[in-house]
């Protein structure tokens, strides 16, 4: 059973909006649960496909990927996620049964922000994945404030080179002269 609509937790001026995509609707619902609890809206999908559909339709904070499922896997789906420009940011904790060392190298060398094994301890999954999502407003603040700097560099090299070339102009006059 997939839920479309987000399942709303606390009264946050803006919630976090987490993307749960596992094949077991048991996790899913026990996902919907637990990110509701603290305060975060839910969007379920039980395959990869259906969470492209979801990625491309929902601004997100934090997706958690199974790897082993129909359709669109969970390395299939992070790769799409990674391929994407909007999305590349998008912290991701893949949680899986698979936890054995390929799988886990595999999954952080596309670009999995965390990786989890089932079953999951939910007490620590639960602050885990706020730290997950805290890190990557963290990392998005840092980009954009990098951005900001290099934009600053370049006008500032604008600035320079007219100035350079207006305060050149009046020394050629005199020098003719």
Known sequence: ?????????????????????????????????????????????????E??????????????????MPKLDGFG????IRAQTDLASLPVIV??????QESVERAYDMGASSFVTKPINWTQFRHHAQFVVRNGETERALRLAQAEAAAAARLRS?????LGHELKTPVSALIGL
């Open 1 to 49: 059973m997939t839920q479309d609509a987000p399942i709303t937790g606390s009264t946050n001026s803006r919630n976090k909006r987490v993307l749960a995509v596992d094949d077991d609707p048991i996790l899913r619902e026990l996902m919907a649960e637990m990110f509701g609890s603290i305060g975060f809206d839910v969007v379920l999908a039980s395959n990869g496909e």
């Open 77 to 80: 789906l992070l790769q799409h």
């Open 158 to 162: 604008g600035l320079y080179a007219v």
């Open 95 to 100: 949680a899986t049964s698979s936890g054995d």
């Open 51 to 68: 969470a492209l559909a979801v990625l491309q339709d929902t601004a997100l904070d934090l997706a958690v990927i199974d790897l082993n």
